[in-house]
Structure formats: structure tokens, C-alpha cells
């Protein structure tokens, strides 16, 4: 494991740097930690791959937390970044992020165990699934699709086609077998035949209109208008009480 501390005060920095390595004792893994004094410094050094996780100090001198997790996913959309803070409150502001924890300061313990273990799930858990793309008339190859890059997935005459945020995929599944591969609650069936990735919806009118983060709009069904607004907020508070440890 590579993990990057960006914090402004040097004390904060040592104590979750002794924190994580006290952590790792005794594992069959090894961790390694650079120590960012700034935003800028960091930014200066990132790049995608460099690092499996980096721990974000909110209020920083200069370019702040959200600025700089915003700089990050700009460039890397999956990189896990764990929020610290004096202030559980900024959980809703930074929400966009996909941020995977936010640790409360002064950082304890157990508290780092959790998002430490949490964090190593979250890295083994795979990040996409494996469906028959059909090229051409009928051909189908097995292709990798990344579950953060799936928008929504609907029937369209007879064929599942699989709307991604670079390109449309047809796959020789069926909305059911399509369905049982992606996980639950954060894939949710927002009308017949249609799958919408909840972690891409901005809002959920309760008119049915679904507004999404690439600034489409999907529509549910007369069925669902009622029900879907109330999964999204569902989905999104279990989201942020996940992240937020206090």
C-alpha cells in the first residue's frame, strides 16, 4: 500500500502516520506514506497509479481539501480519498467526490481500524463486471465494464444496450441477467427495461424526471415516480452515514 497525508499541520501528520503504521504491524502487507505539507505539493507530485489512497485534510492554506479532490478527479476517478476533518459536516459538500470516509479530528484509533479495513474492501471488491458485447451482426466478445463509468441500461428493440460515459455497448444479455450483476441498491430499475446507476443521478424530480451528472435527462416510469425520488435519498444518506465516522 502507497498512502499520501495531506495536511497543513506536521503534529496531524505524524499522529496518522504512527496511527496507519501501528495498524499495518503484523500484517502480510507493507505500507508506505509520503506526507504532503499543501494541496499544491500534492497535486504537484500526483499522478494516476502513484498512490492507493490519499488521506485529505479539508482546511488547508492555500488550495483546500474539496479544491484539491476536485483537481484529483479531474484526472483519476477511482483513486479512494479519506477526508480529514475538525467538521462531519463538510460530508455533504463533499459528497460529488466520492469521497470513502471522513475521519473526525483528533483521529482515533479504532476509528482509522474501520476506514483502514473499510478501505482495504472497498480495493479488493471489484470495480467492474464482464458482459457479452456484441460487435458487428452477432458476434459477442466477454468485455470488462466499469461499474463508475455505467450511467443507465435499457432494452431497445429485443437487445440491453449499456450506456457508458464514453460509448454505448450492446450486450447479448437480458435486462434480468444484466440486473443480477450489478450491485444493489446503487443500480436501481427506474422502469421497465431500464436500469439507471443511482452514484450518477444529481436529483429525482417527483414529476420522474431523473436528472444525471453528464447532464442527461432520463425519465422513470408512471409506476415509479413516486417510489424513485425516495430510493435516491435513501441511497445517498446510507452513502454519507457509511463515510462519515465520528
Do not use: W
Amino acid at each position: 500500500m502507497r498512502f499520501a497525508i495531506v495536511d497543513d499541520l506536521q503534529s496531524d501528520q505524524r499522529r496518522l502516520t504512527e496511527l496507519i503504521e501501528k495498524d499495518y504491524e503484523g500484517r502480510d502487507e507493507t505500507v508506505e506514506i509520503s506526507c504532503f505539507a499543501s494541496g499544491e505539493d500534492f497535486l504537484g507530485a500526483f499522478r494516476p497509479g502513484r498512490f492507493s489512497a490519499v488521506f485529505l485534510d479539508i482546511v488547508m492554506e492555500g488550495i483546500g481539501g474539496m479544491e484539491t479532490a476536485r483537481r484529483i478527479r479531474k484526472q483519476d476517478e477511482r483513486l479512494p480519498i479519506l477526508f480529514t476533518t475538525t467538521e462531519p459536516g463538510f460530508a455533504i459538500d463533499g459528497y460529488e467526490f466520492h469521497a470513502l470516509q471522513y475521519l473526525l479530528k483528533p483521529i482515533q484509533p479504532d476509528k482509522l481500524a474501520r476506514a483502514l479495513k473499510e478501505l482495504r474492501e472497498a480495493l479488493a471488491a471489484p470495480m467492474y463486471i464482464e458482459v457479452p458485447v456484441v460487435i458487428g451482426s452477432s458476434r459477442a466478445v466477454a468485455r470488462p465494464v466499469l461499474l463508475d463509468e455505467i450511467l443507465y441500461a435499457e432494452s431497445v428493440n429485443r437487445c440491453v444496450v449499456i450506456h457508458t460515459a464514453g460509448e454505448d455497448l450492446s450486450t447479448g444479455l437480458s435486462l434480468g441477467e444484466l440486473q443480477e450483476r450489478l450491485p444493489a441498491p446503487r443500480f436501481y430499475e427506474y422502469g421497465r427495461g431500464q436500469i439507471v446507476n443511482l452514484s450518477q443521478v444529481i436529483s429525482i424530480l417527483e414529476n420522474g424526471e431523473i436528472r444525471m451528472k453528464n447532464g442527461q435527462t432520463l425519465y422513470c416510469s408512471r409506476r415509479r415516480q413516486k417510489e424513485a425520488p425516495r430510493v435516491l435519498a435513501d441511497y445517498l444518506f446510507a452513502q454519507l452515514r457509511k463515510k462519515v465516522i465520528v
